[in-house]
């Protein structure tokens, strides 16, 4: 019977170790989803609803009638409108010391800003890139746009 309640305890702890490390992999999360928006994920294309989970690598797209507001573990704020096209380059974040990056690419459309904790704690630590700049945040909110290049 003691056998059975260590092995019991182990499992347990197993999962929840998992799910732990699984659930701080997640970058964010849509917030709200308005008209065709999908998420770009690792060759396949998922419906982003509200309520979706956003994770590094992933690349949010909007359609012609599309919106979408996303808002990340550090409490950055991301909004993109119509046909927009950003990519989650990449994200980490420490919930204790907030410590963190972030880096985001805006491949078209339009992106409005409201940066969280890791903006206030290493600003350094945080960019957007457009097809010809990269911009280094030291403001708290702010909003890029980036015309469709010739080749989409």
Do not use: C, W
């Not at 347990?12 to 709200?32: H, Q």
């Not at 690349?59 to 704020?77: E, M, Y």
């Not at 096209?85 to 409201?114: C, M, P, Q, W, Y």
Request: aromatic share 6%; no cysteine.
């Amino acid at each position: 019977m003691h056998k059975t309640k260590v092995l019991i305890s182990f499992i347990f702890a197993f999962f929840a170790a998992s799910v732990s490390a699984a659930s701080e992999d997640v970058a964010g999360m849509i917030k709200l989803s308005k008209g065709k928006v999908s998420i770009l994920r690792a060759g396949s294309t998922l419906a982003a609803n509200a309520g979706s989970k956003v994770y590094p690598a992933d690349r949010v797209r909007t359609g012609a009638d599309g919106s979408v507001g996303i808002t990340l573990r550090d409490n950055t704020l991301l909004s993109a409108g119509p046909n927009s096209l950003i990519s989650l380059n990449r994200f980490k974040f420490d919930s204790r010391t907030h410590a963190g990056e972030i880096s985001v690419a805006v491949k078209k459309g339009t992106l409005a800003v409201a940066t969280g904790k890791i903006a206030k704690q290493t600003p350094e630590s945080v960019e957007f890139v457009t097809p010809s700049s990269i911009l280094g945040v030291r403001g708290t909110e702010f909003v890029i746009e980036v015309a469709a290049s010739e080749d989409e």
